[in-house]
């Protein structure tokens, strides 16, 4: 009996089911303080007996971003700078707003997975795995594609109209890392001979890259 009982303990702890990448919360909630005197991993909770709807609340995600600028596209994030009471709680949203042969640049959030889901117009979506296959789709209004967590990933408008998207992520602070503004606009930049022979480039090439950064 004590070990079918066992067996049973052992086989739910290696069940899919019981996997997990955040710690729960402890509390129901943890609304981070705007002027922490010390620093944890997230932000410390303010007094929750000051906790009003506001720390839950965000608006004008109705407005188009302004996509006025080289690339065509912007994103406007909801994380926990924007909703204080996200702290914690391992969500986070996003409008992606792409006018026409725009471009969201090939990047990855560090801490959490994207779903995106199509609200206007097209947009042709892809990520990259750690074996470098790629997975790509065009999609429509109503459609909906995941971008695993960490995998970088880009959206493109094809069509001739705005396309509007939202995102939902698994972390308060997904962190975002874009690929080509990483290797290729860092301060200070990473060295020419680094980077000419890790793209396969010549330093002159390597030179211009960073000036367009
Ligand atoms: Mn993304």
């Given amino acids: 009996m004590a070990s079918s009982i066992f067996l049973l303990a052992l086989l739910a702890l290696s069940s899919p089911f019981a996997l997990a990448f955040d710690p729960s919360p402890l509390q129901d909630f943890c609304i981070a303080d705007e002027m922490p005197r010390v620093f944890v991993n997230g932000f410390v909770c303010k007094d929750p007996k000051e906790a009003k709807a506001e720390d839950f609340f965000f608006s004008g995600l109705d407005k188009a971003g302004d996509t006025n600028n080289k690339l065509g596209s912007k994103v406007t ?21 792409i006018e026409p042969y725009g471009l969201n640049p090939p990047h990855t959030h560090p801490r959490a997975t994207e779903i995106l889901t199509i609200e206007e117009g097209t947009m042709y979506v892809g990520f990259v795995t750690s074996d470098n296959k790629l997975f790509s789709k065009v999609l429509n209004k109503g459609d909906v594609f995941v ?30 890392i874009r690929v080509a503004d990483a290797l290729l606009g860092s301060k200070p930049s990473i060295s020419d001979d ?5 793209l396969q480039l010549d330093r002159k090439t390597i030179d211009w890259l960073q000036s367009q950064f």
């Fill in 147 to 176: 971008f695993p967590k960490g995998l970088i990933h880009f959206e493109f408008n094809p069509g001739t109209k705005h396309a509007v998207g939202r995102a939902s992520l698994s972390s308060q602070n997904p962190g975002l």
């Fill in 77 to 97: 994030l909801v994380d926990v700078q924007k909703i204080a009471g996200l702290n914690t709680l391992g969500v986070a949203v996003a409008r992606l707003d």
């Fill in 194 to 198: 680094i980077l000419a022979k890790a």
